[in-house]
C-alpha cells in the first residue's frame, strides 16, 4: 500500500543544508498499522509529507495507494486521508457544517458528505456535538474532529502526524481507542509518527525508529525489544561474586554490573533464563535474596541503538 525507495529530503537553510530524510526504504502491506518512533527532528513529518504529496522529494521514488507520489499526485491524494500536527479543526465553524465542506472539497455529493459526516460523528463519538463551533470543543474532540475531516472520502490509507501531541494521558488512551476501533470497522492502513513510547509499543504491529534522517531499526515492537535489547536480570545474591562469574556464563550474557550484594545482567528472554541463573547460583552454595526480570521498553532499543535516551531527547 505504501512504498519507498532511496527516498531523501533536505532543506538549504541560512546556516548551511539539511538532510531531513537520507534514504527512505518503506513497504507497508494494505491493512497495517505502522508507527515512525523518533525523536525532535529525526525526519518523520518530512517522511509523511513526502508520501502524502506536500513535500517533493530531493531524491528517490514512492508510491502510495498504487500511485507514484509525484507523477501522479491528484490520484494518490484521493486515497489517502491525512491528518497533520495541529491541523484544522478549532475555528468558528459548526462541527457538522465543517464535515460537510470537507465533503464538498473533496467533490462529494451533498448526500454522499452528509451520510459520510453523520457516519463519522457517530463513529468517533461526536454525538450531541454536532452544532459546536470548533474552538469550544476539547482538545481531544478537537483531534476526532480532524481524523473525521481526514476520513470524509473514504481513504484506503490514513496518515497520522502526531495525532495525540499535546493532549493529557486520558484522552490520547481515549484518542487510541477511536483510532484501532475504526481500523477494526475499515481494515484501513494507518501510518502515523509519534515521539510516545508506550504509544508506538502498545499500538502499533510495526514500528520504525527513525534517527538523523534514517530508519536505525524496523519490525514488531515484541521483537525488537528482543532482539534489540533483551531482558534486565537483577539478582541480590549474599556472595554476588559468585553472582557476577555465574551471571558471565548465562547464554548471550551482556552488561553484566555488580553493585554491594546486587548482579545485574541483560539477556534474552529473561524470564527462562532467570530459573536456571538461580539454580546454578544454588548449586555454588550462594543464597539468593530477591529476584527480578524487567522486561525492556522501547527506549532501551533506542539507547541500544544510539547511546541516547528518546525519552530525555523527547523531553
Ligand atoms: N522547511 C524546512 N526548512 C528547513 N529545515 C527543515 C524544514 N522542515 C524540516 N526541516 C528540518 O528537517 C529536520 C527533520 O524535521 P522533521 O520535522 O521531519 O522531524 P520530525 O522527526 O518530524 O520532528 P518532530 O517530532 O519535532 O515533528 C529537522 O532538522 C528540521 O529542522
Redesign the pocket.
Known sequence: MIHARGLKRS???KEGV?E??RGLDLDVAEGELVA?L????????????MLTTLLPPTEGAASVAGHDVLRDANAVRRRIGYVG?GAGAGGYNKLRDELLTQGAAQRMSKADSARRADELIGMLELTGLEKRTGMSLSGGQKRRVDIALGLMHSPKVLFL??PSTGLDPHSRANLWEHILRLRKSTGMTIFL?T?YLDEADSMAERVMI?DN?LVIANDTPERLKANLAGDRITIDADNSLVAAELAANLPEAREISRDGARVGVTVKGGEAVLPEFIRALDQRGARVLAANVRRPTLDDVFLGLTGRSLRETAA
Open positions: 532543506f538549504k537553510t539539511v531531513a530524510v515512525f523518533g525523536p525532535n527532528g529525526a525526519g518523520k513529518s518530512t517522511s509523511v509529507r500536527q502526524d502526531e509518527t515521539h527513525m534522517g
